[in-house]
């Protein structure tokens, strides 16, 4: 079945860590996005890419980085700098760029906590 | 300033009983608004997608109407299960600089 895979679905960072949070998928779709989702808020964007080798900062990308080297692949690493990390992660994908035109494919999602 | 504002922020109803939820956003120019459903730790999942010419649309007993006048929304569902317990989030396009706006979404219950 075609789909997107989040890993791990749960992940403890210590203070002063780098994590990074893995997303791939099977659906062939050109664009991969990164939101965040905190309680009593709309998801926010962090990274997009559209096209492999590319990627744009969204409206939240401090303390954030992104790598596309594959189609398949666009993974979140939450750095040291990003100082409340503590949220929910969703990674989605959709057929083409322009965030999600077409409507996204969504992610299980990985819970990020500081301890 | 492109908002998508959500409304009850929570609700409880019994099974079996009708709801209707709401979604007001002030997002231009207006491309399309999706109505999606995300269960406690899971990714949202699309329930149904309105453009401007579009006033209604169904997806089994869920309705979404859409009044582009007044920028409004709504999401009605018939005959509430307790697998429709989950966060129902409204999400306006907007055409150009490819912009997509959240809202913070409707945790709805259904009791037994």
């Known amino acids: 079945d075609g789909g997107i895979t989040q890993s791990p679905k749960y992940l403890f960072r210590k203070e002063g860590q780098n994590v990074t949070l893995s997303c791939e998928q099977n659906?062939?779709?050109?664009?991969m996005y990164w939101y965040r989702q905190d309680p009593g808020q709309g998801l926010r964007l962090i990274y997009y890419?559209?096209?492999?080798?590319?990627?744009q900062k969204g409206d939240i990308a401090e303390g954030y980085s992104v790598s596309r080297e594959k189609k398949e692949s666009f993974p979140l690493t939450v750095t040291s700098a990003q100082k409340n990390p503590t949220a929910f992660y969703l990674c989605?994908?959709?057929?083409?760029?322009?965030?999600?035109?077409?409507?996204?494919?969504f992610g299980s999602g990985t819970r990020l906590t500081v301890v | 300033k492109n908002q998508v504002e959500q409304s009850p922020q929570s609700l409880i109803i019994l099974e079996g009983k009708n709801c209707t939820l709401q979604c007001n956003y002030t997002v231009s120019p207006f491309s399309n608004l999706r109505w999606y459903k995300q269960d406690t730790g899971r990714g949202p999942v699309s329930l149904t997608i309105m453009t401007f010419s579009e006033n209604t649309k169904s997806n089994g007993r869920y309705t979404a109407t859409l009044d582009a006048d007044t920028k409004q929304s709504s999401l009605h569902i018939t005959a509430s299960q307790l697998s429709d317990s989950a966060s129902y989030i409204c999400?306006?396009?907007?055409?150009?600089?490819?912009?997509?706006?959240f809202g913070a979404g409707t945790r709805l219950f259904v009791k037994a």
């Open positions: 659906l062939n779709h050109d664009a």
């Open positions: 989605a994908s959709s057929i083409e760029g322009g965030q999600g035109a077409y409507g996204y494919t």
């Open positions: 890419s559209q096209i492999v080798n590319d990627f």
């Open positions: 999400v306006v396009r907007r055409t150009g600089g490819f912009k997509t706006i």
